[in-house]
T-cell receptor, first 111, second 115 residues
Framework: DAKTTQPPSMDCAEGRAANLPCNHSTISGNEYVYWYRQIHSQGPQYIIH???NNETNEMASLIITEDRKSSTLILPHATLRDTAVYYC????????????FGSGTQLTVLP | DGGITQSPKYLFRKEGQNVTLSCEQN?????MYWYRQDPGQGLRLIYYSQIVNDFQKGDIAEGYSVSREKKESFPLTVTSAQKNPTAFYLC??????????????FGPGTRLTVT
């Protein structure tokens, strides 16, 4: 699975959009980009995933560059409850594949 | 109300004792996983199971053992051979459909402290 690079921390004002970047320059053609988040002392929560098209769900939007070497997770209107560590994970499809978590980005939403 | 339950949330043990962490899921998922998380770090895979009565070692299996006698249950035993057992343990499951990209669902975790 491709390696990912994320900034260790970011701040965002409450009500503003939070844009979390992820670099995955060695991504292969069949690898998906996944985003999870982990609120302190809880289990990680799935947010969104995509292959090459931009994706949107009730939680967030995922923007993947045309060359697929980087992506951005967008939380359109961040709230204090969005404060968490956000993990960007790249992996190939297949059943029962483990997720390789890096250190992620600590997002702090400020009041 | 479907999901993954882990119990207990906090567990304290003396060094040299084996301890078993519980993980139950009612999502009818085939695959289950155990991860370990140390402070300020990402998750590391201990063991995973794709189907009942089958499991494979992950990256850090030494000092741990698992069983998968039922689809809904995947208990983890932390043995006295595990050198640094104090950590946050997370159980997850996924629908093991071959070739289909699926997300993993995580339990709330068990924080184990060994003194």
């Amino acid at each position: 699975d491709a390696k990912t690079t994320q900034p260790p921390s970011m701040d965002c004002a409450e009500g503003r959009a939070a844009n979390l970047p992820c670099n995955h320059s060695t991504i292969s053609g069949n690898e998906y980009v996944y985003w999870y988040r982990q609120i302190h002392s809880q289990g990680p929560q799935y947010i969104i995933h995509g292959l090459k098209n931009n994706e949107t769900n009730e939680m967030a939007s995922l923007i993947i560059t045309e060359d697929r070497k980087s992506s951005t997770l967008i939380l359109p209107h961040a709230t204090l409850r969005d404060t968490a560590v956000y993990y960007c994970i790249v992996r190939a499809p297949g059943s029962a594949r483990q997720l390789t978590f890096g250190s992620g980005t600590q997002l702090t939403v400020l009041p | 109300d479907g999901g993954i339950t882990q119990s207990p949330k906090y567990l304290f043990r003396k060094e040299g004792q084996n301890v078993t962490l519980s993980c139950e899921q009612n999502l009818n998922h085939d695959a289950m996983y155990w991860y370990r998380q140390d402070p300020g770090q990402g998750l590391r895979l201990i063991y995973y199971s794709q189907i009942v009565n089958d499991f494979q070692k992950g990256d850090i299996a030494e000092g741990y053992s698992v069983s998968r006698e039922k689809k809904e249950s995947f208990p983890l035993t932390v043995t006295s051979a595990q050198k640094n057992p104090t950590a946050f343990y997370l159980c997850a499951s996924s629908d093991g459909l071959a070739g289909v990209e699926v997300e993993q669902y995580f339990g709330p975790g068990t924080r184990l402290t060994v003194t």
